[in-house]
């Protein structure tokens, strides 16, 4: 199943009343076009006991391929409770715990909006973006034609001044600030960061922003993180049945907010450099894996994109990334060869890229970059 991770009412009452002694778990494509959810045989009792779970999904990768666990005597989150514990480990925390996450604007509000945009390459108002003009680590807005329902605008922006209603404008003003917008309905989680916070989501996108606001790197860490392969896998082997064809999967706040991430601070102390190639270990000079993730981050979102340069960053990024959560490279490639197959990118095995200290040089000709390498850690 993709939907272990949440809490229906079904699923509560089996626990209170049907508690199952086996749980089988398929591909949510093994029905073809039909999405499976989850297909278990229910014991007699509802006070719990020896569970048998088995795992036929690839995605469902925190969850063991056989194994026999106790099924708790009350309602627990069933992602909880059949995943190994062992492998989020202490260095992991769930994304709402490390960072703000809040809707761009409320539905209410987005049909409100309609008589107040603006369409103008120049003006006060933030640049309007909607969940089409958000790719991995790029806005698309004023490139292509924008779709707002039903409407089409070259460069929308939010009015401002008399006559906008209060909803509107608090919409506005609470995006005045620099953070990540995630857009609501992707193949593969995509974030953009607004670093200079002149854009402002609407219906479903999502606003995330490092809790710990006095540490610039921290957004473009968070930024590097929802963008990686190994975001995306988790988040599609949870939620991957609200699937529609096309694989596009509708990104809802509960859910993103539960995927756990790395701690920047316990991936600074305790990353073990034996888990990364001589290669990379030389490329990096020294710098802690966190601040070249941040920076490649900043590296990607700077520059043009759809280059072999600009791949091959995009690439290594996803490796580190991965390290950062699995203490394991052949696990950061295994993700990173499910994410290329998803996006339709041909599958490298292997290393990230044949060159590492070129990644490296790439990113530290850009000042951003530079200066995020050189922050105090």
């Known amino acids: 199943t993709a939907l272990l991770a949440d809490e229906r009412p079904w ?7 049907r508690a199952p002694d086996w749980v089988l778990l398929l591909p949510v494509d093994f029905f073809g076009s039909a999405r499976i959810r989850t297909v278990a045989i229910s014991g007699d009792s509802a006070n ?7 795992n036929r999904d690839p995605l469902s990768t925190n969850i063991p391929r056989s194994a026999m666990t106790q099924w708790p005597p009350e ?17 992991l925390s769930r994304l709402d715990k490390v960072a703000e996450i809040q809707a761009a604007c409320a539905t209410a509000v987005a049909y409100e909006l309609i008589p107040h945009i603006v369409d103008s390459q120049v003006g006060t ?21 924008t779709r707002y329902l039903k409407s089409d605008y070259q460069f929308p922006r939010y009015a401002s001044g008399a006559g906008v209603p209060r909803a509107v404008k608090a919409a506005m003003d609470r995006q005045l600030t620099p953070r990540i917008i995630v857009g609501g309905l ?14 402002a989501g609407t219906k479903s996108t999502w606003l995330v922003a490092a809790s710990e606001a006095s540490v610039p790197a921290l957004n473009w860490w968070l ?42 601070q316990t991936c600074m102390n305790d990353i073990q450099t034996d888990v990364i190639t001589s290669e990379v270990r030389h490329g990096m000079g020294g710098v802690p894996v966190p601040s070249m993730v941040a920076a490649i981050a900043a590296y990607l979102q700077n520059t043009a994109d759809e280059t072999k340069e600009w791949r091959e960053c995009d690439r290594m990024l996803h490796l580190l990334v991965g390290v950062c959560y699995w203490r394991n490279v052949h696990r950061a490639v295994d993700d990173y060869a499910w994410w290329s197959e998803r996006v339709g990118l041909p599958t490298l095995a292997g290393a990230a890229t044949d060159n590492p200290e070129s990644v490296f040089a790439r990113v530290r000709n850009l000042p951003l970059a530079r200066s995020l390498l050189a922050m105090p850690k």
Do not use: C
């Open 75 to 91: 309602y627990a989150n069933w992602n909880a409770v059949l995943s190994e514990q062992t492998e989020a480990g202490t260095h």
């Open 186 to 199: 992707t193949t593969v989680i995509e974030a953009w960061y607004d670093a200079d916070a002149d854009a």
């Open 11 to 17: 699923q509560k009452w089996i626990s209170s009343n």
């Open 48 to 54: 719990g006991g020896l569970l048998s779970v088995e």
């Open 125 to 145: 108002g933030s640049r309007l973006h909607t969940t089409g003009a958000i790719d991995r680590y790029k806005s698309r807005w004023g490139v292509s034609t």
């Open 223 to 264: 930024l590097a993180i929802l963008n990686s392969a190994s975001f995306s896998r988790l988040y599609a082997g949870r939620y991957g049945a609200r699937s529609m064809s096309g694989r596009q999967m509708t990104i809802q706040r509960d859910a993103i907010s539960s995927i756990e991430v790395p701690e920047w």
